[in-house]
Nanobody, 125 residues
Framework: QVQLVESGGGLVQAGGSLRLSCAAS????????MGWFRQAPGKEREFVAA????????YYSNSVKGRFTMSRDNAKKTVYLQMNSLKTEDTAVYYC??????????????????WGQGTQVTVSS
């Protein structure tokens, strides 16, 4: 079993920045892809970013590309999502996810079995 705990969410004005963290515990995350997803009220959960086990490869949704940066520190079993130039449409609950996922499927909610509880990000105008 893997436990994931997100932190770092909050209220920020449009144009501001936040850094989310996701700390993992439990079994080792060897060869696990990590992903960030988000869910706004009344909408389906959507892909934000993913990072390979090595951290050398990342993948972003078009809506956040160029503004968000995902990174990981395997020694600390933690992944991060640096969010810059935030927009009101980024408001959502953000979830991290982990699993041994094929890279081509790393953007799919159904690919991941391990999820955190989520952290709220609210961007005001």
């Amino acid at each position: 079993q893997v436990q994931l705990v997100e932190s770092g969410g909050g209220l920020v004005q449009a144009g501001g920045s936040l850094r989310l963290s996701c700390a993992a515990s439990g079994r080792p995350l060897s060869n696990n892809t990590m992903g960030w997803f988000r869910q706004a009220p009344g909408k389906e959960r959507e892909f934000v970013a993913a990072i390979s086990w090595s951290g050398r490869t990342t993948y972003y949704s078009n809506s956040v590309k160029g503004r968000f940066t995902m990174s990981r520190d395997n020694a600390k079993k933690t992944v991060y999502l640096q969010m810059n130039s935030l927009k009101t449409e980024d408001t959502a609950v953000y979830y991290c996810a982990a699993d041994k996922v094929s890279w081509s499927s790393s953007n799919l909610v159904s690919s991941y079995n391990y999820w955190g509880q989520g952290t709220q990000v609210t961007v005001s105008s």
